[in-house]
């Protein structure tokens, strides 16, 4: 297997070639969706997590995996979610496959690639490095479109979006998506200013204070709280945060000042923001029609994705308030399966997240590490079950994210076999001097 040296500095771990890929296809889900107009014929995050995980499969020294109820819950949405897909006699539908991609098949990949690539403390290194990177990235791209500069923007795609009023959506396309990416990157900048040496944790820390400024400017409420009790998780869990945390409030007020300075309807904006109740009234006709949908079609539901196409067929008007747009995905994930997929889908995709992300950060830590990881696992569920609850929450990157850091997090119960590996324990002691770990305990 073809491999890349990673560190040499400070250790003699070599890195697998599936590790690189995996996250080269992590950082391309950034941009899923748009692949056409980077002038590719694809996304290209999905061959190359297609690769990565064909290496993975490949790789002779990878972990063993227990076995574990999560898997079965895991195929059985598989197969229920592809023969609602096949009830609709639309295979050739690109919208119903990439959503059966992107929802169901790759987060649940994920999540098992989560605990099987990442299996020593530098490479989970790599993921906070990744996620300071993406952070400030993301931030800088998604100030230049909240101003109107477009000469910095990369790719070029996104100075369509350089006027999309007052809501920052970055190289997604959408505000909400682009919160998520915001918070969790800034749980992995967390994690990276506790556990990173030199640079890379200056690095870390411009990737909190970046991060911290997109979480604001997404003007997603569900996001602000979601970040806000992130943070609150870190300080109870890890005890240095709490001593970090009158720095990073520091930071993050300073650079919401210096924002807000530069950019002075900003602050209005999120007075309105918090204000406003359109969304909301949007979000209740569609929740309630599918309501009316599941106890139509209990079993099999509607057909998978089909609800947008049909949901004006459920929608009825309500006494006390308008109807504005109501061709739209139900704003409950949860509903939304059920309405589609049938009630046995929807308690299986429950369980699924339940048996895997949740069990996985509430499973006790054994080292200083993987406290932080459950740390990290929190702050991601956080970010998951409000747009989940909130919104079709269809977002690429965020749940690929969300879902391969459970499978980190959950490592220590979810293998019945890690593979011994002389140069990882010898690149542990080594990194002991670089993060503060143990290479006996982790």
Not at 83 to 107: E, N
Not at 137 to 163: C, E
Not at 378 to 391: D, G, H, N, Y
Request: aromatic letters at 10%; charged letters at 15%; a positive charge.
């Amino acid at each position: 297997m073809a491999e890349a040296a990673v560190g040499r500095a400070h250790s003699p771990e070599r890195i697998p070639l599936h590790v690189w890929v995996i996250l080269a296809g992590l950082i391309a889900s950034v941009f899923s969706g748009y692949g056409s107009e980077m002038g590719l014929p694809v996304s290209p995050d999905r061959p190359l997590l297609l690769v990565g995980l064909l290496l993975l499969a490949l790789h002779r020294g990878r972990d063993r995996l227990r076995w574990s109820p999560v898997y079965a819950a895991m195929a059985f949405v598989v197969v229920a979610t592809l023969f609602s897909w096949l009830g609709t006699g639309s295979l050739g539908d690109d919208y119903q496959l990439f959503g059966f991609i992107d929802r169901i098949v790759m987060p649940f990949a994920m999540f098992v690639a989560g605990c099987l690539t990442f299996t020593t403390p530098l490479r989970r290194l790599l993921v906070s490095r990744v996620g300071s990177v993406l952070g400030v990235y993301l931030v800088v791209m998604g100030l230049q479109q909240l101003v109107g500069t477009t000469a910095l923007l990369f790719p070029r795609y996104l100075a369509r979006y350089a006027d999309a009023g007052e809501r920052v959506v970055g190289p997604f396309g959408n505000s909400e998506a682009f919160g998520m990416a915001c918070a969790l990157t800034l749980a992995l900048g967390i994690l990276g200013a506790l556990r990173d040496r030199g640079w890379w944790r200056a690095m870390a820390w411009l990737g909190i204070v970046a991060s911290s400024v997109g979480v604001v400017v997404s003007m997603t409420r569900s996001v602000w709280l979601a970040a806000l009790l992130g943070l609150i998780v870190w300080a109870v869990v890890e005890p240095r945060v709490r001593r970090l945390a009158p720095w990073a409030v520091a930071l993050g007020v300073g650079a919401l000042v210096l924002v807000t300075s530069v950019l002075p309807d900003l602050l209005a904006a999120l007075v309105d923001r918090l204000t406003t109740t359109r969304s909301l009234y949007d979000r209740d006709y569609v929740n309630e029609a599918a309501l009316r949908v599941i106890a139509e079609h209990p079993w099999g539901g509607i057909g998978w994705l089909r609800f947008v196409e049909e949901n004006v067929l459920w929608v009825r008007q309500a006494d006390d308030y308008p109807i504005t747009t109501v061709t739209i995905e139900v704003h409950n994930v949860f509903l939304s399966r059920a309405a589609e997929t049938g009630i046995p889908a929807a308690i299986a995709w429950g369980l699924a997240m339940l048996l895997g992300p949740v069990r996985s950060a509430l499973a006790i830590p054994a080292t200083a590490e993987s406290r932080a990881w459950k740390a990290v696992a929190w702050s991601a569920l956080l970010v998951w079950i409000f747009p989940t609850m909130l919104s079709p929450n269809p977002y690429v990157f965020p749940n690929l994210l969300i879902w391969m850091i459970g499978g980190i997090a959950g490592r220590g119960i979810l293998l019945a076999r890690e593979v011994p590996r002389a140069r990882e324990i010898a690149s542990a002691g080594s990194t002991e001097r670089v993060t503060g770990l143990s290479p006996a305990r982790c």
